[in-house]
């Protein structure tokens, strides 16, 4: 079932996956103090994290990730139950290295990067 995809590329489906709601807004305080805020609008936060994830995996997001680039993330929609696909912006990419001893390859830990609604 596909549950996660960056980029159009199925990915091991995340352990957590949170969405939260960012308002953009401009304040400013007029002469007598009073505060003045106009909300610009609001955008989708989508903060994901893996215990671990394979060496392919991790080559998929590290390389949709980085640099200044946009991603399309495709995950499920609360409201629906469907897929849902949002152009978003990336941003602090953490991962540990582990070497997976019995398969004698090198995996990757408490992966997490949050994506912001562009």
């Known amino acids: 079932m596909e549950f996660f995809?960056?980029?159009g590329k199925i990915i091991?489906?995340?352990t957590e996956l949170s969405v939260s709601f960012e308002t953009l807004d401009k304040a400013e305080r007029t002469v007598d103090g009073t505060m003045v805020v106009d909300i610009i609008g609001t955008k989708r936060r989508v903060d994901v994290s893996w215990d671990y994830l394979s060496k392919e995996d991790m080559?998929?997001?590290s390389k949709s990730v980085s640099g200044n680039?946009?991603?399309e993330i495709t995950y499920p929609d609360d409201k629906t139950g469907?897929?849902?696909t949002m152009t978003a912006r990336s941003e602090g990419l953490k991962y540990q290295p582990h070497y997976d001893w019995a398969k004698s390859?090198?995996?990757w830990k408490s992966v997490s990067v949050t994506f912001t609604e562009r």
Request: proline share 6%; net charge positive; hydrophobic share 55%.
């Open 105 to 107: 390859q090198i995996m």
């Open 82 to 84: 469907e897929l849902i």
């Open 59 to 61: 080559t998929i997001l």
């Open 12 to 14: 091991r489906a995340p």
């Open 69 to 71: 680039k946009f991603a």
């Open 5 to 7: 995809k960056i980029n």
